[in-house]
């Protein structure tokens, strides 16, 4: 017999083996309720700004239709693409260079930690009186959302390199340049990919609001035109888009990291 | 007197196999007794001090305390964790309070009581610092203060010297067997060194692994009180005999299960 | 860490210039290259709305000291308050729920995750239309933008509190109640308070995003309406104030987790 009642600690409760549903099962069930709430809501109060989803999704294929999601998203996605990939380099080499050398630190740490903190869209007037009301505008929002968390990311990463680590390296002769690249970036990996993995998710929070903001293209611009209608279905049928795009990415950057990371141990890698 | 009978416990692993922790396990605790638990990872061990404890179920057989089974945790025993489980937000003083406050012991009482019990394990003047300023020896005097703060009948301890330094070890088992020599609680002491459980226990009980059961229950004719000399008695013949006995039958554990696991 | 600096080479100068070698030369030195390369880029390739160093500087004296300014703040914190109350409100209950509910946490989960990537910037259209322009939705934004980050971070509190300390609260007898209150309320004040700390840092993102691209009104309107006039000086000491408010108000938050939890191991881990 069991004498104790089951604790509420989950690391009893797997000595019962039990039915459950996997993470992607749960998901897809919970997106089903999510699904149905949503059309049944949408049908029985029929607010303006708020159709079923089945009227979303007419409206979304239509949008496609007609052209309107494909050009959009291309340019879109053109701005993330080309806003990511630089904060990307600015992120590993500034970073590398914070968490290894202690003048760069000093230098840059405080100025760093600011812009990360600060609201980033209050430099879209900046950037729209320097480059106009561009494209080029809009990847100077994505880099100023996306770079510093990689930054920092980085730079704590390649400082928490084991010393032992480095004095392996050493004993046998690295030079400055070997250690960084065979010893110092592999070591500092997985931690940085976690950085990536956030810049990513502000690279396209910053696509969009950039986007909104100087709304000359994009889903972004898409979303404004469609609330001045007042065309409810429409901004949910972007909206929808916009997440697909949010979550592909992050996906992205999920894939590359577990395909560069597998040696990392899961006990110790963080959670998402 | 702690009494186990033919106790039994199967774990499901992840992957869907079952793995017998305890295989029928027999095994009475005598009152005053300092028993020792020793055996290679997976026996367990730990396992069935928790089941003691009242904090894991099991699948058959019983285990019974002065008579009557055990449900749940108790007032007449307290545990020592291996990772000390003191709440790092809470001050030394309030640590050792935790149990008492629990029980609803009134604040002035419970402080005085706590005092003494600082006093004993020699952190006074520590009270006010949080576990996160000490040493690991020093937290684990802090885990043994709050156990024996609710004045027990019987002590569990799980491994609580596993994760500090050899040096600090050494003194921790010398002022628990002081401790020990001056209150005569029931212990159920769970350790993977050989040495600690010969220098400690009156018994050391040794089990194999999977299943987890019983092999051998070896007396220690060492003298008490042992404090006064732990030098002495490890030079002497006694102890040198019991601890190449008992790494001869854990040897043959390991070779066996290396056995096992090549036919695998 | 300190094989990472590379100090020992200090010791061999002269002492005026080990003292000179410190942080805040560093950081001091960054910030003048800053302002120079400002003030060139002002005066030689500034147009009309890129002010100088200097100008910035000067303009922010009379912004600071205005009415129109401070009338602006208020309306524009209004929000911020209201929004982050209620998303504190909201989040540290829904965050404890779901730390303590596996089924609810997993249902939960997936649309957590998509709220996390998702610009909710492009819900402001579907805000307008229902509740308009007022102070409301301006409220219900803020609070979008918070509410999130703090869910997800006091839930990851609960989730995360060391199950041997309620182990060992229960060999002490403790109940369920107790458990609560004498271990994981307590255990998960750390992660509640950074919850909280990382929801101003999005509520005060959310007031500015709302401003700027919803309601022009209050700081927000206060940018557009200068970029307007081509006063690129006042614009550009409306952007140094906010940044400044953000600034200081997250700096607040994070000497309040430090005080309430001074046990946690490092407050201010960048997770944003």
Redesign the interface.
């Known amino acids: 017999m069991t004498a104790i009642a089951q604790s509420t600690t989950p690391r009893t409760s797997r000595s019962v083996p039990r039915f459950r549903l996997g993470g992607v099962g749960m998901s897809a069930l919970s997106l089903t309720l999510g699904v149905l709430a949503w059309e049944l809501v949408g049908r029985v109060f029929a607010l303006p700004f708020f159709p079923p989803f089945t009227v979303v999704v007419g409206t979304l294929m239509e949008m496609i239709g007609r052209g309107d999601i494909v050009g959009n998203l291309a340019v879109s996605l053109s701005n993330l693409v080309a806003g990511f990939t630089i904060s990307l380099v600015i992120g590993i080499v500034v970073g590398t260079a914070m968490g290894r050398y202690w003048r760069v630190r000093a230098a840059l740490g405080v100025y760093v930690y600011a812009l990360l903190t600060a609201p980033s869209l209050v430099f879209a007037p900046i950037f729209f009186s320097i480059f106009g009301a561009g494209q080029g505008s809009i990847i100077a929002v994505v880099v100023m959302y996306s770079t510093f968390v990689m930054i920092i990311n980085t730079a704590s990463a390649v400082q928490n390199v084991p010393a032992a680590m480095l004095e392996m390296g050493r004993s046998y002769g690295a030079s400055e340049w070997q250690l960084v690249t065979r010893v110092i970036v592999p070591a500092a990996l997985p931690t940085m990919l976690a950085g990536i993995r956030l810049g990513m998710g502000r690279a396209v929070l910053g696509m969009i609001n950039g986007e909104m903001f100087i709304a000359v293209t994009g889903l972004g611009r898409l979303v404004t035109q469609a609330g001045k209608s007042f065309d409810g279905a429409a901004v949910l049928a972007v909206l929808i888009v916009i997440i697909v795009v949010a979550l592909g990415a992050v996906g992205l950057v999920q894939m590359v990291d577990r395909a560069l990371t597998g040696w990392v141990p899961d006990t110790s890698k963080e959670k998402s | 007197m702690i009494e186990i009978n033919q106790l039994t416990k199967t774990?499901?692993s992840?992957d869907?196999t079952p793995v017998h922790a305890l295989g029928g396990v027999d095994l009475t605790v005598n009152d005053n007794e300092f028993l020792t638990l020793l055996g290679p990872s997976g026996c367990g061990k730990t396992t069935m001090l928790?089941m003691i404890?009242?904090?894991?179920?099991?699948?058959?057989g019983t285990?019974t305390i002065d008579g009557k089974?055990?449900?749940?945790?108790?007032?007449d025993?307290?545990?020592v964790?291996q990772?000390f489980?003191l709440?790092?937000?809470a001050t030394v003083m309030d640590n050792v309070c935790?149990?008492l406050r629990?029980?609803g012991t009134e604040r002035r009482a419970r402080e005085e009581r706590a005092q003494e019990l600082i006093e004993m394990v020699g952190l006074s003047g520590f009270e006010s610092k949080?576990?996160?300023e000490l040493s690991g020896g020093m937290q684990q005097r802090v885990g043994i203060a709050r156990a024996l703060a609710?004045d027990p009948q019987i002590l569990l301890m799980d491994e609580p010297f596993g994760a500090v330094d050899e040096q600090t070890r050494r003194l921790l088992q010398e002022e628990l067997l002081s401790i020990w020599e001056r209150n005569r609680l029931t212990v159920v002491f769970v350790t993977h060194s050989m040495e600690e459980a010969v220098l400690l226990g009156d018994r050391v009980v040794l089990m194999s692994a999977r299943p987890g059961q019983i092999s051998e229950i070896v007396e220690v004719p060492l003298a008490r009180p042992r404090s006064s000399d732990v030098g002495g008695l490890e030079r002497s013949r006694e102890y040198t005999e019991i601890t190449a006995h008992l790494w001869d039958q854990l040897r043959s554990m390991h070779s066996e299960h290396r056995a096992v696991e090549a036919v695998r | 860490m300190t094989s990472l600096t590379h100090e020992p080479e200090r010791s061999a100068r002269p002492a005026m210039l080990n003292r000179l070698d410190s942080p805040l030369t560093y950081q001091i030195l960054t910030f003048a290259l800053f302002a120079i390369g400002w003030q060139i880029y002002g005066t030689f390739f500034g147009g009309l709305l890129v002010p100088t160093f200097t100008e910035t500087v000067a303009a922010l004296v009379p912004t600071l000291v205005s009415a129109e300014f401070w009338e602006a703040f208020v309306v524009s914190n209004q929000a911020l308050v209201l929004g982050f109350a209620a998303a504190v409100a909201i989040g540290v209950p829904t965050g404890i729920v779901l730390g303590r509910f596996r089924t609810l946490e997993r249902l939960s989960n997936v649309y957590l995750n998509i709220l996390l990537v998702t610009p909710m910037a492009a819900i402001i259209p579907l805000l307008v239309m229902s509740v308009g322009f007022g102070l409301l939705s301006r409220v219900i934004l803020v609070t979008l933008f918070a509410v999130v980050m703090i869910i997800v971070n006091v839930r990851a509190g609960i989730r995360q509190v060391d199950p041997s300390l309620i182990q060992m609260a229960r060999t002490f007898g403790a109940g369920e109640a107790q458990i609560w209150r004498e271990i994981l309320l307590p255990g998960a004040l750390p992660s509640i308070m950074t919850g909280i700390r990382l929801g101003l840092g999005r509520a005060v993102t959310g007031m500015v995003i709302v401003e700027l691209l919803m309601v022009s009104l209050a700081l927000g309107g206060l940018i557009l309406e200068y970029r307007g006039s081509f006063n690129g000086p006042a614009l550009y000491a409306v952007i140094v104030a906010i940044i400044a408010e953000a600034l200081v108000l997250i700096s607040a938050a994070q000497w309040l987790e430090r005080r309430i939890a001074p046990w946690a191991p490092s407050a201010g881990k960048a997770r944003s």
């Open positions: 774990f499901t992840q869907g928790k404890a009242g904090l894991q179920g099991w699948d058959g285990i089974a055990v449900t749940g945790p108790g007032p025993r307290s545990m964790f990772n489980a709440l790092p937000w935790f149990g629990l029980r949080r576990p996160g609710v």
